[in-house]
């Protein structure tokens, strides 16, 4: 080394190659890898003569084939579809079947009831009380009140399409009556089971409680 002269330097061995920045700040990598920032991305260089202003080489980003399988699919209908379609899983016990119960058909009961009140079965009718009304009403009494309601009402003739009503009370299904003197309705309420907890002769436009 010679004072106030020329400094004399020892040649640099070579480094790795200097990173690139494009100018938008993403940094590039080869197609060797993905980066670092980003992961699950991979940038490539595109061949040819895609070169950006100052002389940096476009990327072209790509995104992993794992990814894009990954998405759904959203038709114009709405509806979302899969790729591949949802397996049970082996080995899984499927329960059976469980048969529940029908419910009774209190429109059909109300009917049936009526039939045997016209045509004089009232033991019939008395036996499907439930306990309550049971220990109440006998089919003597059930007799006596039609007998009653025939005379104040006239004779029965015929009837009309029964309708189920809403109650807090159970089910109550009302029957329109065609009597010859004036008409009337036959009410009947009934619990699940199917027994009659309540039966009523009655006139036209009496309120549900």
């Known amino acids: ?17 200097v990173e690139m920045r494009p100018p938008w700040g993403r940094p590039t990598v080869n197609a060797s890898g993905p980066l670092e920032r980003g992961k699950g991305k991979s940038m ?16 072209l980003m790509v995104a992993p084939a794992a990814l894009l399988a990954s998405q759904a699919v959203l038709p114009i209908g709405g509806f979302v579809t899969s790729a591949t379609p949802a397996r049970a899983a082996e080995g899984l016990a499927v329960p059976a079947a469980v ?20 045509r004089g079965d009232f033991a019939a009718v008395s036996a499907r009380f439930d306990e309550a009304l049971r220990g109440q009403a006998s089919a003597e009494f059930l007799a006596k009140s039609w007998n009653d309601y025939e005379k104040a009402f006239g004779p029965f003739e015929s009837h009309g399409d029964p309708k189920q009503v809403a109650s807090g009370n159970g089910n109550v299904v009302d029957v329109p009556l065609h009597m010859a003197k ?12 199917g027994q009659i907890v309540g039966l009523f002769f009655l006139r036209t436009g009496v309120p549900v409680p």
């Open 99 to 118: 048969t529940l119960p029908a419910r009774p058909d209190y429109e059909r009961l109300a009917v049936a009831t009526l039939d045997e009140v016209t």
């Open 1 to 17: 080394m010679v004072e106030n002269g020329p400094v004399a330097r020892a040649p640099r061995a070579p480094g790795p190659p």
């Open 44 to 59: 490539f260089s595109l061949p040819g003569k895609n070169m950006a202003r100052g002389g940096m080489r476009l990327l």
């Open 182 to 193: 004036r008409p009337g309705d036959f009410r009947v309420t009934f619990n699940t089971h």
